[in-house]
């Protein structure tokens, strides 16, 4: 075991706690923690190896030495511990809530120390982020945008004021007046449009992307706030803890008395709508002063005295309308509703202050006008008194449809001050409520994480997605990362007709609708989609006791939340009644009427086809998620045509308190901020990156205009050869220049127009141009005279080819012709040979013979100079020449005849038979040559058909062996897929159960914390099918501990049992090295480079290994295996270092191995330059060779295997202690 490794391992309060490895399970590791607390068991994928260096802090997340959760926390944990809240991942920059005043960290001075730096140069700073968005302006002329996001009191409120005095104040004009107003405009949008809650004091509640507009020259030329949501049902009522909207209390606190008179305002007490549940004072706000501020922005982003009061008298009503009391009206047998007599005196004020009519007011707010179709009187209008209920709801609506159309107007004036003619690109700043969570969540929190599911999909797809198609494009060799895709979810939510914002709209429509039939309408429609469940799934009392048709669940991308459905019709429809709207419009107060009659043009505005029913309070309108809908369809449309960049802010802790870091806390946050896929990416990924054009531009007038010249990339290419920068912390692709995490604020440094080094590094670049065209023309000269080489080869090659063709050619043509003139040559000197025969004859005999001699010769010659001279085919020549044959053949019988008869020497007779017998011979000579030709051709044919069958049959085999690899291949990518499915589910289900443990962390409630760790929940449904399929075998091993496991091994003298736990041993052993591989340490972390881990065994069994079988392979069943046939098998593998490869001596490296059975007993490895290692199993297992010898391919392997005297020489050579086999041990 790894003693003293130290781990990181899951716990749910910190995080993760640092420990020590105590044992190496089946599919677990089992954690000592330092802190002293009871062991932990987690699945090897919860557990994540530990820096050496625990206080040690990096400013990129990408610099860690392990990139991991548990290493990317304690980073953000110790950095903030020292007060350093920001941390970037690549370039996304994390932001952790201090939670109090940190001193000069914005001060004007940083302002100017961060302006045109690179990101990377400086520590981390939102304001970097800022100027990495205008830089990009600059240089790709692309509007950009900063999507800040994280959860109620992260801090993204005030991480956006700091964005803004960043750009108005380091790129603005300096005459101040816009950029003032720009900043100016946040204390008016929060005393109007934020409230404390029981997360944050100040808690924005209302979404806005606020563009900062830049001209030609890239100078702030003004401004736009685009707003999302105001949540509407605060007007009315608040949760316990929790206060109205900042300016009501302001006002009624800082108003002077003379406006307080005016608007008949007495203390916030007194106010219903403020009073309920909620709290009045605020320690942490001064609302004195705050109005007092709140005064002053409006004057400077241009609203005067008198229009100021105008908004205050609108503010004023609302409050008095919190005030109206209603009673039922028992005499109306159908039931109405009247104004309470004491508050008929609020009445009177609110008519005051909205320019109505008192008694038209009170009629509106009890009764509604109805106007019959065509069943009824043409033109007669009815009024229909309201219940009392139904009069309550209608005066609430009032005072909700006041207060949005005075934000509105609030917004317009804001945007009045920073108004502009044109521009030319702009930063658009995003600040909207992130995932919201609570034990019920009602139609808000529906569109707000609704909202964050739309903007988590675009972080996925510009930070994950987009970035790694460019990687392709690019060419960049890059590990692909998976991440979760939640589009199921938006269309869970969006989706045309099924979705949940449409099937609300549809139940509006019904005449009978209600939440309930809503609730059950979803559940049907969606019966077992992945991320909706219902609320007898969770795990809180609250929710669980809740029917199915009382709410539903949604699994979002960062947990699953429970929506509980009543008032989910009421809140998706902002429609008034018609008389209310009608005594609004009709306001003798022309502030209020132009407020309330453009809150009426928005609406209809955003629906065209829609038509106001009349009378009817059923959907009119557009509801309030169809036009969330197509809104933050248009918040993406500009997202995506801009640059993006993200600041993801952290809550570090539930008390909104300094200095207290909750590490289960911000983990959770870390990973729906999606950091991990981010470091995943990162590993290899390159974030930053400059066209090649775009880089000659910036850099061209830093350098002389010999190098200007080039083309962009030669130019980048010298560039960056000079600066020195090292080859992999950066890459070229096909049109851009990418860096590592963190590099190119190093060049950038490097080729910094200030720097002194300059000089130096323009005489370098020049000198290393010259150099570089030096050998360029040394090549180019060298590959000339290699190419003329080749044609001069080439040349001498084509004549002997010719030679060879010509010769082939006329061999083909002429043999058969030569081979018979030969034969005719050698018949010519029989026939001279017969001449010499026939001198011994007698005369008579002789001059008959002679005469036939000569016209056989005579006929021999003229068909020699015929086959010469003319082309004749073979047949032809074969019978001309047999015929020629059988003559001479015929002459020589006769000469035997007359030999006979004669009878006269008997020498000359043997002379005859000898010359007979030679010609016989020679005959016969021939007629073997021309048999044996025939059949070296014949089997030279049947050979060609043999290779050819052969050649075919293997074609078939190969095609065979493809298509089984393709099958192999498809059912892997299904498996593949499948096991991502389940992955998918677990780590939904993790996140699900990570919310519910923060939730019962925040409400106090054990049950859930105690009952599940979040451990349990990442076994995958593999682990569990491998786990059944173990218990089925002889030796369940499973739950023993590594070390008993060891003892066996080393004490037993049960060889099945032996079998058994070696097999079980070597597998966790190799499960824990795959671990450690898949956690190794990270290349660009300084402190691991030139760093070598020990190697267990030659990289190239390791690789035949991978391709023998996976790592965790279940073990095969122990064989029943005798002491004495346990086989001892030796090897001896060299080591080659890739850079000295094919080099003798010094490089070269031994790997002995023996192996007793099928696991590994000693090993010895000698590295070059290093003390030999000699290892035994039982003792240095977890250095050694943790495979199986059929899985090393070793005994396939040529060469590998040694004789037992050679291992055992070397052993004892080296010192090894004596080795004893288990399977001598003795019962
Ligand atoms: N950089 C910072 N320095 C000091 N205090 C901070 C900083 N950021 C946030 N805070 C503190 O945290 C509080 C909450 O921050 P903020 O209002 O920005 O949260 P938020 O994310 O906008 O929350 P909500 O979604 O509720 O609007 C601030 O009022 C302030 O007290
Ligand atoms: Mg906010």
């Known amino acids: 075991m790894d003693e003293g490794r130290k781990i990181w391992a899951p716990d749910n309060v910190h995080g993760f706690v640092l420990g020590t490895i105590s044992d190496l399970g089946v599919d677990t590791i089992t954690i000592q923690p330092l802190n002293g607390q009871d062991a932990i068991a987690a699945p090897y994928d919860s557990v994540f190896p530990a820096a050496d260096d625990s206080l040690g802090d990096v400013d990129d997340n990408c610099k860690l030495m392990y990139l991991n959760e548990a290493t990317l926390l304690e980073n953000v944990r110790v950095r903030y511990s020292k007060d350093k809240i920001y941390t970037y991942t690549a370039n996304i920059l994390i932001a952790v809530n201090p939670y109090h005043d940190m001193g000069t960290l914005y001060s004007s001075s940083q302002v100017a120390k961060y302006k045109g730096q690179s990101l990377g140069t400086l520590p981390p700073h939102v304001f970097a982020i800022a100027d990495k968005a205008y830089r ?176 205050f008298r609108v503010v004023a009503a609302v409050l008095h309308l919190g005030n109206v009391q209603f009673a039922a009206d028992t005499s109306n047998p159908k039931g109405g509703s009247f104004v309470q007599p004491q508050s008929k005196d609020s009445v009177d004020v609110i008519a005051e202050l909205l320019g109505l009519e008192s008694s038209d007011l009170e009629a509106a707010l009890t009764g509604r006008i109805m106007t019959p179709g065509k069943a009824g009187g043409k033109g007669t209008v009815y009024r229909i008194s309201l219940k009392l209920h139904e009069a309550v709801a209608a005066c609430d609506a009032f005072a909700k449809a006041l207060y949005v159309s005075l934000f509105d107007h609030v917004v317009e004036k804001v945007n009045q001050g920073f108004s502009f003619k044109e521009s030319s690109t702009y930063i658009g700043i995003l600040d909207i409520a992130g995932f919201e969570f609570y034990q019920t969540n009602g139609y808000e929190q529906f569109c707000i994480n609704y909202c964050n599911e739309k903007l988590q999909q675009f972080f996925n797809n510009r930070v994950l997605k987009e970035e790694q198609e460019l990687y392709v494009k690019e060419g960049l060799d890059v590990e692909v990362v998976t991440f979760a895709d939640n589009q199921d979810c938006i269309d869970l939510i969006e989706a045309k007709s099924v979705g949940i914002i449409d099937l609300l709209d549809e139940e509006s429509r019904l005449p009978q609708s209600s939440d309930m039939h809503f609730c059950q309408v979803l559940h049907d429609k969606h019966k077992k989609h992945f991320r909706l469940a219902f609320p007898r799934d969770t795990k809180f009392a609250v929710t669980k006791s809740m029917r199915d048709d009382e709410g539903f669940v949604v699994r979002h991308f960062a947990g699953a939340v429970c929506y509980k459905a009543a008032g989910f019709i009421d809140k998706n429809n902002d429609a008034l009644h018609e008389n209310l709207e009608i005594l609004m419009i009709d306001s003798k107060e022309a502030f209020v009427k132009s407020i309330f009659e453009s809150y009426l043009k928005k609406q209809e505005a955003t629906s065209p086809q829609s038509k106001r029913k009349s009378g009817g309070r059923k959907l009119a309108l557009v509801s309030i998620g169809s036009k969330f809908k197509s809104q933050l369809a248009d918040l993406m449309g500009k997202l995506k045509s801009t640059g993006a960049s993200f600041v993801r802010c952290i809550k570090p802790n539930l008390k909104n308190a300094p200095s207290t870091f909750m590490g289960g806390e911000v983990l959770s946050q870390l990973h729906s901020a999606g950091m991990m896929s981010v470091l995943d990416l990162m590993d290899d990924g390159y974030p930053t990156r400059t066209p090649f054009h775009g880089l000659h531009e910036l850099y061209k007038n830093r350098v002389p205009s010999t190098l200007t010249s080039l083309d962009a990339k030669s130019f980048c290419e010298a560039l960056f050869k000079t600066v020195g920068m090292h080859e992999s912390d950066y890459k070229f692709g096909e049109t851009s220049v990418f860096f590592r995490p963190g590099k190119f604020a190093e060049f950038d440094q490097i080729v910094e127009p200030d720097s002194g080094r300059r000089t130096a590094l323009v005489s370098k670049t020049v000198l290393w141009f010259v150099k570089a065209r030096w050998r360029k023309a040394q090549y180019a000269v060298l590959s000339i005279i290699k190419l003329m080489k080749k044609i001069q080869y080439r040349a001498n090659s084509r004549i002997v080819i010719q030679k060879t063709a010509k010769m082939y050619l006329a061999k083909k043509k002429h043999q058969q012709r030569f081979k018979i003139a030969s034969k005719l040559k050698m018949l010519l000197e029989r026939l001279t040979f017969m001449r010499t025969l026939v001198q011994s004859l007698n005369k008579s005999s002789q001059e008959r013979l002679l005469a036939t001699i000569e016209t056989y010769e005579n006929g021999v010659n003229s068909m020699l ?36 008869q004669q009878k006269v020497e008997a020498s000359n007779a043997t002379a005859m038979r000898v010359a007979f017998e030679a010609e016989k011979q020679s005959r016969e000579e021939m007629e073997l040559r021309e048999r044996q030709e025939d059949e070296a051709r014949k089997e030279k044919a049947e050979m060609e058909a043999r290779r050819k069958k052969e050649e075919e049959e293997a074609r078939k085999q190969q095609a065979l062996l493809e298509q089984e690899k393709a099958a192999k291949a498809l059912q892997e990518k299904l498996i593949a897929e499948e096991e991502a499915k389940k992955m998918k589910i677990t780590e939904q289900e993790r996140r699900d159960h990570e919310l519910a443990l923060r939730l019962a962390q925040e409400s106090g409630d054990q049950s859930v914390a105690a009952k599940s760790t979040r451990q349990s929940l990442r076994r995958s449904v593999l682990v569990t099918e491998k786990q059944e399929a173990r218990a089925q075998q002889k030796h369940d091993l499973s739950q023993w501990k590594y070390a008993e496991l060891r003892d066996v091994i080393n004490t037993s003298c049960d060889i099945e049992l032996l079998e058994a736990c070696r097999a079980e041993f070597h597998r966790r052993l190799k499960v824990y090295h795959a671990w450690k591989l898949k956690n190794k340490k990270n290349v660009d972390a300084a402190t691991s480079k030139g760093e070598e881990d020990h190697k267990r065994a030659p990289d190239a069994i390791i690789e035949t290994a991978k391709l023998s079988s996976p790592p965790e392979a279940a073990p095969k069943k122990p064989q029943e295996v005798q002491p004495a046939e346990v086989p001892q098998r030796y090897f001896r593998v060299p080591f080659v270092r890739p850079s000295q490869k094919g080099q003798p001596g010094q490089s070269k490296g031994w790997w002995y191995a023996h192996f007793d059975g099928n696991w590994i007993a000693r090993q010895i490895d000698m590295y070059p330059g290093k003390k030999p290692v000699l290892l035994v199993a039982g003792k240095n297992d977890i250095d050694m060779c943790e495979l199986s010898l059929t899985e090393t391919g070793l005994t396939r392997k040529k060469g590998a295997e040694i004789l037992p005297q050679q291992f055992e020489e070397q052993w004892s050579r080296l010192g090894g202690p004596q080795y004893s086999r288990p399977a001598n041990r003795k019962k």
């Not at 950029?179 to 008016?188: C, D, G, I, K, T």
């Not at 949760?239 to 608007?263: D, M, V």
Request: hydrophobic share 35%; aromatic share 8%.
């Open 865 to 900: 100079t015929k086959v010469k001279s003319t082309e004749m085919n073979r047949i032809v020549l074969q019978a001309k020449y047999k015929e020629l044959l059988a003559k001479v053949h015929s002459l020589l019988e006769t000469l035997e005849t007359a030999q006979k």
């Open 136 to 311: 990009d302006i600059r240089n790709l002329r692309q509007s950009q945008s900063i999507v800040v996001s994280g959860e109620s009191g992260a801090g993204k409120t005030e991480s956006t004021k700091y964005i803004i005095r960043y750009l108005t104040e380091a790129w603005g004009t300096g005459a101040g007046a816009i950029e003032q107003r720009l900043n100016e405009a946040n204390p008016v949008l929060e005393a109007f449009g934020n409230a404390r809650t029981i997360r944050n004091h100040n808690s924005s509640r209302f979404g806005k992307f606020v563009e900062i507009h830049f001209d030609a020259e890239d100078k702030v030329v003004g401004g736009f706030v685009s707003h999302y949501l105001l949540e509407k049902s605060r007007v009315c009522a608040q949760l316990r803890g929790e206060r109205n909207y900042h300016i009501f209390y302001q006002l009624c606190a800082g108003a002077s008395a003379e406006t307080r008179k005016k608007l008949h305002l007495a203390a916030a007490e007194g106010s219903k709508y403020l009073n309920k549940e909620g709290v009045i004072a605020d320690p942490l706000t001064n609302d004195v002063k705050a109005f007092q501020i709140v005064q002053g922005a409006l004057e400077k982003i241009g609203v005067s005295e008198s229009d100021k009061m105008k908004m």
